[in-house]
């Protein structure tokens, strides 16, 4: 399985973190959206989209970028479509009433990927009001934010490897 992941990771380098274990994990290379080779993007069985959490949506140089992708960039047998997974770092847990994943899984269809799956973990924030306490969720990711994204893209290989 040919892999690549997008990170905008701009603050402290937890949504790098996290992507640089997945990387391992699926033998990806991890990138910024800037550093994106399309011809090389449109050759991959499946793409990994992250970044930081900035007031309850993905960094905006993710999203851009995201938009920006042509509507299925290369034909694929019917009924298949490429293959997706979202991940994300916050400082704040994710609310179920309105996860903040949502928004960029449903661009992603409309550009026509599947997204397969979505990972999102607490990482070190010192977002504005945040910064005059020292910020929140201090030392995260941690060593089991890493093993739970390792143990996610793991399962998430598995399953996409299973698939015709």
Same mark, same amino acid.
């Given at each position: 399985? =040919?892999?690549?992941?997008v990170c905008a990771?701009?603050?402290?380098g937890? @949504?790098?973190r996290?992507?640089?274990?997945m990387?391992e994990?699926?033998q990806?290379?991890?990138?910024?959206?800037?550093?994106? $080779?399309?011809?090389?993007?449109?050759?991959c $069985?499946?793409?990994?989209?992250?970044?930081?959490?900035?007031?309850?949506?993905?960094?905006p140089q993710?999203?851009?970028?995201?938009?920006?992708?042509?509507q299925?960039? &290369? /034909?694929?047998?019917? *009924?298949e479509?490429?293959r997706?997974f979202?991940? +994300?770092? +916050?400082?704040?847990?994710e609310?179920?009433?309105?996860?903040?994943t949502r /928004?960029?899984?449903?661009?992603?269809?409309? =550009?026509?990927?599947?997204?397969? $799956?979505?990972? +999102?973990? &607490?990482?070190? $924030? @010192?977002?504005? /009001?945040?910064?005059?306490?020292? *910020?929140?969720?201090?030392?995260?990711p941690?060593?089991?934010?890493?093993?739970?994204?390792?143990?996610? @893209?793991?399962?998430? &290989?598995?399953?996409? +490897?299973?698939?015709?």
């Amino acid at each position: 399985m =040919k892999a690549v992941i997008v990170c905008a990771s701009v603050s402290h380098g937890n @949504t790098k973190r996290i992507a640089d274990v997945m990387g391992e994990v699926l033998q990806a290379a991890v990138v910024t959206p800037e550093q994106v $080779d399309m011809a090389e993007l449109s050759t991959c $069985d499946l793409v990994g989209f992250g970044s930081g959490i900035f007031m309850g949506r993905f960094h905006p140089q993710l999203r851009q970028f995201v938009r920006s992708l042509p509507q299925g960039e &290369r /034909p694929l047998p019917q *009924g298949e479509r490429r293959r997706a997974f979202v991940f +994300s770092t +916050s400082g704040l847990p994710e609310p179920p009433f309105q996860p903040f994943t949502r /928004p960029l899984v449903r661009l992603l269809e409309q =550009k026509g990927f599947e997204v397969s $799956d979505t990972f +999102s973990c &607490r990482g070190f $924030d @010192t977002w504005l /009001p945040f910064k005059l306490v020292g *910020g929140i969720s201090k030392n995260r990711p941690d060593a089991t934010d890493l093993e739970a994204a390792r143990t996610f @893209t793991e399962g998430l &290989r598995a399953r996409i +490897s299973a698939m015709p």
